[in-house]
Nanobody
Framework: QVQLVESGGGLVQAGGSLRLSCSASRPIFTINTMAWYRQTPGKQRDLVAQ???????NYADSVKGRFTIYRDNAKNTVYLQMNSLKPEDTAVYYCNAKGFISTQGDYWGQGTQVTVSS
């Protein structure tokens, strides 16, 4: 089990940058996959970026070249650096942890709002 707390959201103008943080209550090296998702009202929750314990990353096509997911194992934190933000990036961003060394699991943070104005 793990508790996830997101931070770093806010209001930014198009072209600006934000860095989201996801702080986990357990060592993230014990988690198989961590990811960022985003969701707007009436829409499904879509994968934005993910990173495995081995360091493999994947990104949604819509954010490739603009967003970067990375981690600091010592701080039990996963980050999402968002550059060149567009109004279409406006959403609630959620941190997800799935799969653990010793057990199964799928956990979500409460989300952090990102609003990009034109």
């Amino acid at each position: 089990q793990v508790q996830l707390v997101e931070s770093g959201g806010g209001l930014v103008q198009a072209g600006g940058s934000l860095r989201l943080s996801c702080s986990a209550s357990r060592p993230i090296f014990t988690i198989n996959t961590m990811a960022w998702y985003r969701q707007t009202p009436g829409k499904q929750r879509d994968l934005v970026a993910q990173i495995t314990r081995g360091g493999t990353t994947n990104y949604a096509d819509s954010v490739k070249g603009r967003f970067t997911i990375y981690r600091d194992n010592a701080k039990n934190t996963v980050y999402l650096q968002m550059n060149s933000l567009k109004p279409e990036d406006t959403a609630v961003y959620y941190c997800n942890a799935k799969g653990f060394i010793s057990t199964q699991g799928d956990y979500w943070g409460q989300g952090t709002q990102v609003t990009v104005s034109s």
